[in-house]
């Protein structure tokens, strides 16, 4: 008897490599929508059907259906954009999204609201301006982060040069892509099968992460596949490999949880890239795919058990893993204003709340980045804090960058709380369809009643690492907040209190399905006892363990780091 599998097993088998009837339904002028099947597979190609969820109820007494839109992800190695591409995807967000640029936590951009008609047009765009929305989403390697800001140039080129080799060489091979999309060939007879992914490709979706210590930005330890650089003299030698890592959970179901990698081992970087193919093979082989819920790598390992992962991964590579080696990291934040790289040229990190650039008063950011992008010779980084970089920027040419920046309200980040410059939040409301609460609307808000209390401690500048999330399915990364809060019903969220400002541990439960009134009232005393008790230099999520507030017990599969 055939394995049961669940329903988007059949639909990514009958596909046709992603194809289905997506041409068919784009096509249709009677809905919005795409059918079902369609959506499911629309998710290979970079994007997600969404409505307005703040209209619902309204166009449901109208007798309407839903205002449907589209939601489209880049594809972005590293998260690097030339000035030329950043200028053409700012044009598509003027053109056809209903609410500008968006930076996500994987550093690369999202459109919202899209209408259906105008979703072959931007994907032309994109791939015109030499991107690609293929795999940014769906079952697949999704877009490969790495530690965005340049310092050690050398150091940093050699590791962003194999994040894009293995986006490039890990990705899907069909061609329904450029059929769909660019009108090229059709596919005449039964497609192809894809080398790597098989027919219906991975259980879930996968994430590679590679991080450069002593920075961990990008949280190398959320990764499915967490690579930590490792140099010697200044060149990149290898990769500490860190396997297991996943933020998704769901209310009220022991069986999901958010998990942290573990380093296994050390591999050359010429090992890198078998290595990393192996471990999403095994992945597709060993996965769930009756439980969607259950289809992580992290549920693999937990089930199989690490020793039998890692025997499997050294047998189908036909070598052994060597001991970790030493690392160590500082912090998973972003250090805004100007840094010096090793060769001289500049880097301004600036600070986008939410990663949403619009025009709003003075504050004028997608028009701000746009005459950015005009005169900059370098390029742009996105960072996995929702945060922008301009990067490799010559030292005659700072006084013409930092006008721009000034005329345009980008400098407001020289003045923020230390809270407010660490807080991440995901979309949610209106538009996700997994949302309980608001998380994006909704951070400005608490981000303001929490200053009130800090400013009242004399903590105003401590840096605090806020994540705010509208479900627990985790895009903005809470489960590694200092402070986080995950949305349990329309105002209400889980508090949970105590990861460290390394990305190594993860925060507790604190406080259940409470209120806002009930989180401000929690967090008073423990502000209070944090700004009279801390100690030099301690983070507010250590302080909390220190000092008893929350049990000395680690989370669930804190990763065992090799520190230096």
């Given amino acids: 008897m055939a394995p049961q599998v669940s329903e988007v097993e059949h639909i990514k088998e009958r596909s046709r490599q992603l194809r289905g009837t997506i041409v068919e339904s784009l096509a249709d002028p009677t809905t919005g929508s795409v059918s079902e099947d369609d959506n499911r597979l629309l998710k290979f190609h970079g994007s997600y059907q969404q409505d307005d969820r703040d209209l619902r109820e309204e166009r449901r007494k109208q007798k309407l259906e839903p205002l449907y839109a589209f939601m489209l992800r880049a594809r972005l190695p590293g998260g690097v954009v030339t000035p030329a591409q950043w200028l053409v995807f700012d044009q598509l967000a003027q053109d056809y999204a209903s609410s500008g640029l ?48 340049p310092e050690q140039s050398s150091l940093h080129a050699q590791a962003l040069a194999w994040a894009s080799k293995l986006s490039a060489e890990l990705a899907p091979q069909t061609s329904a892509y450029h059929e769909i999309w660019l009108d090229g060939e059709k596919l005449v007879g039964e497609a192809p099968v894809e080398p790597l992914y098989g027919k219906t490709y991975l259980p879930r979706k996968f994430k590679i992460g590679l991080a450069i210590p002593p920075l961990n930005d990008i949280d190398v330890f959320a990764q499915d596949l967490g690579l930590i650089a490792i140099a010697e003299g200044g060149e990149l030698v290898g990769f500490n490999i860190a396997v297991g890592g996943g933020m998704g959970a769901s209310h009220g179901d022991p069986a999901t949880y958010p998990r942290l990698a573990e380093v296994i081992g050390f591999v050359t970087a010429e090992q890198l890239r078998a290595t990393a193919e192996q471990v999403i093979c095994i992945q597709r082989d060993w996965g769930d795919r009756a439980v969607r819920k259950h289809a992580r790598l992290k549920y693999t390992l937990d089930d199989r058990g690490t020793d039998v992962f890692k025997a499997e991964l050294e047998k189908r590579l036909g070598f052994a893993l060597q001991p970790a080696r030493a690392f160590h990291f500082d912090h998973n934040g972003d250090r805004y204003g100007w840094t010096e790289g090793e060769d001289g040229r500049w880097h301004l ?20 980045m746009r005459e950015l992008a005009k005169v900059h010779r370098g390029d742009f ?117 105590g990861a460290d400002f390394r990305g190594q541990r993860m925060n507790r439960p604190y406080r259940e399905n409470i209120d806002e009134a009930a989180i401000l009232a929690a967090l008073d005393p423990l502000f209070a006892r944090y700004a009279a008790e801390r100690k030099e230099g301690e983070g507010f999520g250590d302080f909390l363990l220190r000092a008893g507030v929350l049990p000395d017990e680690p989370a669930h599969r804190i990763p065992i780091g090799v520190v230096a």
């Fill in 349 to 368: 990190t600036l600070k986008i709340e939410s990663g949403r650039l619009l025009d709003r008063g003075e504050r004028r950011l997608l028009t701000g």
């Fill in 102 to 149: 968006r930076i996500t936590t994987r550093q690369t951009f999202q459109w919202h609201g899209l209408l259906k008609h105008n979703l072959k047009p931007t994907i032309a765009a994109i791939n015109h301006a030499l991107a690609s929305t293929i795999a940014a989403c769906g079952d697949v390697l999704r877009n490969v982060v790495a530690t965005p800001l």
């Fill in 381 to 497: 980084r996105m960072t996995c804090n929702q945060n922008v970089i301009i990067a490799n920027v010559a030292p005659a040419e700072r006084a013409r960058i930092d006008a721009i920046v000034a005329a345009h309200g980008f400098e407001d980040y020289q003045r923020q709380s230390g809270i407010r410059r660490h807080a991440t939040s995901c979309v949610a409301l209106p538009t996700c369809g997994l949302a309980m609460a608001e998380s994006e609307r909704y951070l400005p808000t608490i981000l303001q009643k929490l200053e009130g209390l800090l400013e009242q401690h004399g903590l105003r500048d401590a840096p605090i690492l806020l994540r705010l999330s509208g479900c627990p399915n985790g895009c903005s990364r809470p489960y590694l907040g200092e402070i986080a809060l995950v949305g349990r019903a329309p105002g209400r969220y889980d508090l949970r209190l």
